[in-house]
């Protein structure tokens, strides 16, 4: 296997693993998997992404280890961007985790992955950057399937109609589990803005202290979060630890290891586009495991934001790719004579 077929698989195992941290995470909180009581408070959920950002924190600490870059933490500090990044990352995975107990997994996923377009705003905003015809049309299209996924517009017989927050998604959603996503979009918008600032750090080192400041603001998150719900008695089963093992497992040390694999050996434009196989593999767990209905607003929306996320890297080279009208002036010259 070539390194570049590596890269995709290494991709797929990342996103794979990471679109099934909602299945995971309730099967680690519930009492039934398929039921809706829960073992604890509804921040358990908040609990859960500390151990998951915390098993990743580990594999990058192993890998400086084993690599021998462990001393550059002593003599050099983490950039800003590193560790703004870093809390936000945090802060937008926590969210998430908790708005897939409380909504759909569908709603949640896609929810999260309105990141891009809070991006492209920061970086409007913050770095001056003007928006190129393919951005545009992202912004558009992602601001359109956030309306829609979010349930503030509504798609009725009698066409499209202003619905109440938290209606796309059917049976299962809540008010609170999607503004929960919404928010964990645009934390993790943040949390890429950061990531393309001083981008000449050692990947390892940098998957380090991003993880090691994602695990501080998931900590102080879930802080807060157990203040606004308790836990109570937690009631953990065997079944339940299994579950969480396979979250930290799956979804942290390998679909964190996967990732960092993938981004070395794909270019940007492959690693931007897979990466939305996560949006894939959240909803069919969604509908096939929970049997969480995908109405028509959540699919058209869900639909807007993937093709809106992957529209500024794949327009260009397309593009590149359309055959060009018109003769070149040469060819033009030689038919006159």
């Not at 990743?56 to 560790?83: D, M, Q, S, W, Y």
């Not at 708005?99 to 770095?127: D, E, H, K, Q």
């Not at 969480?292 to 992957?310: A, H, R, W």
Request: charged share 5%.
């Amino acid at each position: 296997m070539n390194k570049h077929a590596f890269g995709i698989a290494a991709l797929f195992v990342a996103t794979t693993g990471c679109g099934l941290s909602g299945l995971f995470a309730r099967g680690a909180s519930r009492v039934d998997l398929l039921g809706s009581q829960l073992i604890a408070g509804q921040s358990i959920g908040a609990v859960l992404t500390v151990g998951r950002l915390g098993t990743a924190l580990v594999l990058f600490l192993v890998l400086a280890v084993a690599t021998g870059k462990l001393c550059v933490f002593r003599v050099a500090r983490p950039p800003i961007a590193v560790v703004a990044g870093g809390i936000m990352l945090g802060l937008a995975l926590t969210l998430y985790q908790v708005a897939a107990l409380l909504t759909s997994l569908a709603n949640a996923v896609f929810l999260i992955y309105t990141g891009p377009l809070f991006c492209i705003m920061l970086a409007c905003l913050l770095r001056h950057e003007r928006l190129s015809v393919a951005q545009c049309f992202s912004v558009a299209l992602v601001f359109a399937g956030m309306l829609l996924v979010s349930g503030i517009v509504d798609i009725s017989q009698t066409g499209l109609s202003v619905g109440s927050f938290g209606s796309s998604g059917g049976q299962g959603t809540s008010v609170q589990g999607n503004i929960l996503g919404l928010l964990a979009g645009i934390f993790y918008g943040g949390s890429l803005y950061c990531n393309g600032c001083d981008k000449d750090l050692d990947p390892i080192v940098r998957g380090s202290w991003n993880f090691l400041f994602a695990l501080a603001g998931s900590a102080l998150l879930a802080l807060v979060l157990v203040g606004v719900w308790p836990l109570g008695t937690v009631n953990l089963q065997p079944v339940n630890v299994s579950y969480g093992i396979a979250l930290c497992v799956v979804c942290g040390a390998v679909g964190c290891g996967a990732l960092l694999v993938s981004a070395r050996h794909l270019p940007t434009i492959e690693y931007t586009t897979l990466a939305y196989w996560e949006c894939v593999v959240a909803a069919a767990a969604s509908v096939i495991v929970f049997c969480e209905p995908l109405t028509m607003p959540l699919i058209i929306g869900g639909i807007l934001i993937v093709v809106g996320g992957v529209a500024p890297v794949m327009l260009p080279h397309i593009m590149v790719m359309l055959p060009k009208t018109g003769k070149p002036s040469g060819a033009a010259s030689a038919q006159g004579e």
